[in-house]
């Protein structure tokens, strides 16, 4: 039977279709438009060492064919990594489709110069697209070589300081300069610019000696720069060591019948004994304020808000700054700190004033000292009122030497009506007797501060 054209024309259309479908899917596959996909972790804006980053690069479809990691400065240019990648079986059905690389870019190896490095990254895949080139992938990141530390330098000569005393160095930095300040030991105290008034890249740094912190402590200017770079500077320094005082404190059932009601709020295991919940807010809640002081620091003004002599409030000194406490109870001894601060006696509800100009940071219950006024001085510097019966100024009020902050109280650990007064320097508690001495303030800060004072 002869088949009609008819149906001829039908075989050979789907003879065609048969044949042009997979010729399509083929086509489809091979010439596949979908580019490699780079990933890069976190890239500095600077490089002053050694940085590795880390390169992780993917394609799904018919696989990776190469990788290139190249750099540049100006008009010279050089590879840093380079990668073929095998093609294996059909549609690269075994090939890499996914791989990480972790390159290390180290500005001394590589010699490279004080300035703009710009890092290249490209990846192709199997693609027949681009005359067999494949699709391309093209991640570049600038970046500023910068390998010479800041310049740091003091101002100041003479810097007397006493153990549990603060100090103060005025100092320069050079422009590139993020951060400075001053170490004493592992401990840090920010430095701040001198602000109006002052000559320019002046600045100054408040610093604490704790009481405790040893007989020969380390202590050095510090700068870091925008890349990272470090650098220290020494400077003169005397430190007048200082003998503190030994107190016992008996602790009667009466006593702590009396306190602690007052830490209601802090949750107990019912099984502790009065003398536990005792010891416990002793050690445990005064450690808490202790760090949460120094967190509160943070928020202080970088300009001086402060002027002269501190004011003391009147009343007999009832127990001094580091007096090392033993806590006696029924004679034995269950615990021992240190005060930090000046106890001063007071009438009841007595008024208490601001002993210097500033804003206040903190004014509500902080655990042994009850309620509590903080007042941020500027540039580090802070004084606390403690055992409070209220407040008369809330956080954020700004408050001037003599204005009435609070009215005395016996709240937290107090024991009977009076006012703790601490000075802190960046959260470092610190004598108090230094700031209320008109002498001791003019020898050791003012003249620092009209060192670096602008000619009128």
């Not at 890499?96 to 690389?101: A, G, I, L, N, S």
Request: aromatic share 10%; charged share 25%; proline share 4%.
């Amino acid at each position: 039977m002869v088949k009609s054209k008819k149906t001829i024309y039908g075989l050979t259309l789907t003879a065609l279709i048969i044949i042009a479908i997979p010729a399509i899917w083929f086509i489809t596959i091979i010439f596949e438009k979908e580019k490699p996909v780079i990933n890069l972790d976190t890239l500095p804006d600077f490089i002053s060492q050694k940085q590795k980053v880390q390169i992780s690069i993917s394609d799904m479809k018919l696989g990776i064919q190469s990788l290139k990691v190249s750099y540049s400065q100006g008009a010279s240019e050089a590879t840093l990594l380079e990668k073929e990648f095998p093609y294996k079986e059909f549609l690269n059905k075994n090939g890499v489709r996914e791989y990480t690389e972790v390159i290390e870019l180290d500005p001394i190896e590589l010699r490279l110069a004080q300035g703009q490095l710009d890092l290249k990254i490209q990846a192709c895949d199997y693609s027949k697209r681009n005359g067999g080139d494949g699709n391309i992938s093209i991640i570049t990141h600038s970046m500023i070589v910068d390998t010479i530390p800041p310049a740091i330098r003091a101002i100041s000569r003479q810097h007397y300081i006493a153990q549990g005393g603060s100090g103060i160095i005025t100092y320069k930095t050079s422009p590139d300069t993020v951060e400075s300040g001053v170490y004493v030991n592992d401990k840090f105290f920010k430095g701040f610019p001198a602000g109006v008034g002052y000559e320019e890249e002046t600045c100054v740094a408040y610093f604490a000696l704790p009481f405790n912190e040893g007989d020969d402590p380390e202590i050095y200017l510090w700068a870091k720069d925008r890349a990272s770079n470090t650098t220290q500077s020494v400077f003169y320094y005397h430190i007048k060591k200082k003998s503190f005082r030994d107190d016992s404190i008996t602790v009667s059932d009466r006593l702590l019948k009396r306190i602690l009601p007052n830490f209601d709020y802090c949750q107990f295991d019912p099984a502790l004994s009065d003398v536990d919940k005792f010891v416990k807010i002793n050690n445990e809640l005064r450690k808490k304020n202790k760090d949460y002081l120094i967190e509160l620091s943070k928020e202080t003004k970088p300009e001086k808000l402060w002027e002269g002599a501190w004011l003391r409030m009147k009343g007999a000194e009832m127990a001094g700054f580091a007096d090392h406490r033993s806590y006696l109870y029924n004679d034995e001894k269950i615990d021992d700190q240190n005060h930090m601060g000046v106890d001063l006696a007071s009438f009841a509800n007595s008024p208490i004033e601001a002993a210097n100009d500033g804003v206040v940071i903190f004014a509500q219950k902080l655990g042994i000292y009850g309620l509590t006024v903080v007042i941020d001085h500027g540039q580090g510097l802070a004084s606390l009122y403690g055992h409070l019966s209220s407040f008369s100024v809330a956080q954020g009020s700004v408050v001037k030497k003599g204005d009435v902050i609070a009215y005395s109280g016996r709240t937290g650990l107090a024991n009977g009506d009076h006012l703790h007064f601490s000075i802190l320097v960046h959260g470092i508690f610190v004598n108090p007797l230094e700031w209320w001495d008109a002498h001791w303030i003019e020898n050791n800060i003012t003249r620092k501060l009209d060192l670096i004072k602008k000619a009128e």
